[in-house]
């Protein structure tokens, strides 16, 4: 149930539960994600005033995506004069 305030609509939990539910399971990890930047920068507001140094905290999937990317091989890139002729041919630029 959806309560309306003339102000502002109040979202319950089971709204987000149903509309969760909805979602493509890909999408679920970028939800959390989200939700946890939220936080992050709720609690980072709060305790602005009290610090002018703003840290950063990653998500274990964040890390995860990061230390995935660490220990790339050069060979998985491309030059990027080569890159750019490949495009220039394929598109007539």
């Not at 319950?12 to 539960?17: A, C, F, Q, R, S």
């Not at 679920?28 to 507001?45: A, H, P, R, T």
């Not at 890139?77 to 080569?82: A, C, G, K």
């Amino acid at each position: 149930m959806i309560k309306i305030n003339s102000k502002k609509m109040e979202i319950t939990i089971k709204d987000l539960e149903k509309n969760l539910k909805t979602l493509p399971k890909e999408l679920l990890g970028n939800v959390n994600d989200y939700i946890d930047f939220l936080k992050e920068k709720y609690i980072s507001k709060e305790s602005k005033s009290s610090s002018k140094e703003e840290t950063f905290k990653l998500t274990e999937n964040q890390k995860k995506i990061l230390d995935s990317q660490e220990n790339l091989d050069d060979s998985e890139f491309q030059d990027h004069d080569e890159f750019l002729a490949e495009l220039k041919k394929e598109y007539e630029l």
